[in-house]
Structures are given as C-alpha cells and as structure tokens.
C-alpha cells in the first residue's frame, strides 16, 4: 500500500509514519526540508517530499501514485485560531479543497483526516462526547475541523472519495515538541526535567482526555484499514482528567518540587471535554489505552534516553 502524509513531519505524523513504514511505502510530505531531520535521523523506509499546503500548492504532485492520503495539515491551533478567521479558514478549509481535487483526480482510494475531539464539540454537551452529539465550535479551530469533515462528505456523495475522520482527543508522548504551543502533558513532564516550574491557564480544573501517542496511533490504524461501514469515530482514552490531576500524576512519577503559577484562562478552552470511545470499541474491540502515570513515565524516559534533557 502506498501511503502520503500531508503535513507528516509533526509529532502525530512522524509517530504514524514510524508504525506505517513496518507494513507500506510511505512517503511523508511537508513544507520544509529540515522539518524531516528527526525521521531521517531515525533511518526507517520512509520516502521525503517537499510540498506546501496553501493555495499554490501542486497537490496533484503530491497524491499522485498513492492509495490512501492522511490530512494532517493544519495552520492554526485552538488558541489563537479566532485572530483572523477569514484567513484561517482560506488557509485550511479551501486550501483542503483544493486537496481533495487532487484526490478525486489522481483515484486516490481513501483520505484520512485527523479531525479534533475536542474543538469540534464546543462546550454544549455532556461528557463523555458521543459522535452523533450536536456540535458548537468556539474556536474558529474547531469551525475549520467540522467543516472540512463535512467536506469529506460531501466528496463522498458526489465523487466516491472514500474517507474516515478520527476525532482525537489530547495525544503526548515521544517526538512531541515539549516548548511547542500544544501538548499540556509533554510539557510539563519537560519542565518537570528541567525547571520545574509550570505555567496552567484558569484555575486548573479544565477537563481533557489525555492518550499515549502509540495507542493513538494504534487505534488509527484500525480505523483506517478497518471495514466498519462507519466513518467518523472518537479516539482517547474515554476518560477525563483535570489539569491539576495531570499536575498530580507528574509529581508522582518524575518530580515532586514542581511549582505551578495559575494564569489568566482563556476564551477558546472547553471546561470539560472528554470522549465516549464506544463506537470505536464495538468496531475494534477494547482499545486499553496505558494510563496516565505510565505515559508520564514513558515520555520522561523517552525525553532521557534522546538527549532531549541536558
């Protein structure tokens, strides 16, 4: 199976591209070239392409020859994606157009696209988060992920482009960037290594579903190849902590003399958010995802042994 990663050289990408390279030719395609030193580093069966995601980009170059196409492009994060959201949706929603132009054009069998499970839901429902929930996005984010899935739909109905969405909950663990703008638990298993000193927005009690990145990754790749007549499904944990549980759970695991500094919260965070993973797990049985304080420790090992903590 020939597979492309668009937008592939990011935390989610490189630990997809790692566990796909086992099975099928993958190439994985980004804006940049030093953005696939860490791959490249790595020495796996992994093909390299530089190409944008963005108006201009020549998408049909990119797809051309492969079965299925991964979406992982994204120009934005939750929270500062309403600063322009005339240019943010240009920049994903009808930039994804133009991609799925390309599918339909080079007979691309399926595309998947990691959507959010989080952005899209808003903070209308009860948790634990159902698929079939009515969806309320306050992020201009979350607009763009909904919107894009319904695109899928939409190609679908009128082009046979198969498709599968996977609302993902919070992943962390290894190759994620620990100074990055995402990633609350790597994070703060970085600061616990090396000051000490974690910075929460709001009081603490924000309420998020938290996944080890390889039971992410496997879970994806059951849907993927699954035959479920489905398409759209969560994937977490099932379970929601507080960020002052995450807090609890490092200081346990990799260092107690942590000090926390409570800052101003902010507009775009859900106060609670976690997903109902049993559409998922009638499909493909249990996911037993590993829990929190085992993660921790496996992403400050993982941080220790690739010299990430000096």
């Known amino acids: 199976m020939k597979i492309a990663l668009i937008g592939g050289a990011g935390f989610i990408g490189t630990n997809?591209?790692?566990?796909?390279?086992?099975?099928?030719?993958?190439?994985?395609?980004?804006?940049?070239?030093k953005f696939f030193l860490t791959l490249k580093a790595l020495k796996v069966p992994l093909n390299f392409k530089v190409g944008d995601f963005s108006l201009e980009a020549d998408f049909d170059a990119q797809v051309e020859g492969q079965d299925i196409v991964y979406h992982l492009a994204s120009t934005v994060i939750p929270g500062n994606s309403n600063r322009n959201i005339g240019e943010e949706l240009e920049a994903n929603v009808v930039v994804t157009c133009k991609l799925l132009d390309a599918c339909v054009r080079q007979k691309v069998k399926k595309i998947v696209f990691i959507s959010s499970g989080g952005a899209v839901y808003g903070k209308k429902g009860k948790c634990p988060v159902e698929e079939?929930?009515?969806?309320?996005?306050?992020?201009?984010?979350?607009?763009?992920?909904?919107?894009?899935?319904?695109?899928?739909?939409?190609?679908?109905?009128?082009?046979?482009?198969?498709?599968?969405?996977?609302?993902?909950?919070?992943?962390?663990?290894?190759?994620?960037?620990?100074?990055?703008?995402?990633g609350v638990v790597t994070t703060f298993v970085y600061k616990a290594l090396?000051?000490?000193?974690?910075?929460?927005?709001?009081?603490?009690?924000?309420?998020?579903?938290?996944?080890?990145?390889?039971?992410?990754?496997?879970?994806?790749?059951?849907?993927?190849?699954?035959?479920?007549?489905?398409?759209?499904?969560?994937?977490?944990?099932?379970?929601?902590?507080?960020?002052?549980?995450?807090?609890?759970?490092?200081?346990?695991?990799v260092r107690k003399d942590l000090t926390v500094n409570y800052i101003a919260a902010r507009s775009t965070d859900?106060?609670?958010n976690y997903l109902d993973i049993r559409r998922y797990e009638e499909a493909y049985g249990k996911l037993k995802p590993i829990c929190l304080q085992e993660g921790i420790k496996k992403t400050a090992e993982f941080m220790k042994n690739t010299g990430m903590i000096v």
């Open 270 to 272: 859900v106060p609670e």
């Open 132 to 182: 079939d929930m009515v969806t309320y996005p306050i992020s201009s984010y979350g607009i763009q992920k909904i919107t894009i899935e319904k695109l899928l739909y939409l190609y679908r109905y009128q082009e046979k482009l198969d498709y599968r969405i996977i609302r993902l909950a919070n992943p962390y663990g290894p190759y994620q960037r620990p100074n990055g703008k995402l």
């Open 194 to 253: 090396t000051d000490g000193i974690l910075e929460v927005y709001g009081d603490g009690t924000v309420v998020r579903d938290f996944i080890y990145i390889e039971d992410a990754v496997r879970g994806i790749k059951n849907i993927v190849e699954g035959e479920s007549e489905l398409r759209v499904f969560n994937l977490g944990s099932g379970k929601g902590t507080s960020v002052n549980e995450v807090i609890e759970a490092i200081k346990n695991s």
């Open 16 to 33: 997809i591209a790692l566990q796909l390279s086992l099975t099928d030719e993958v190439t994985v395609i980004d804006r940049d070239e």
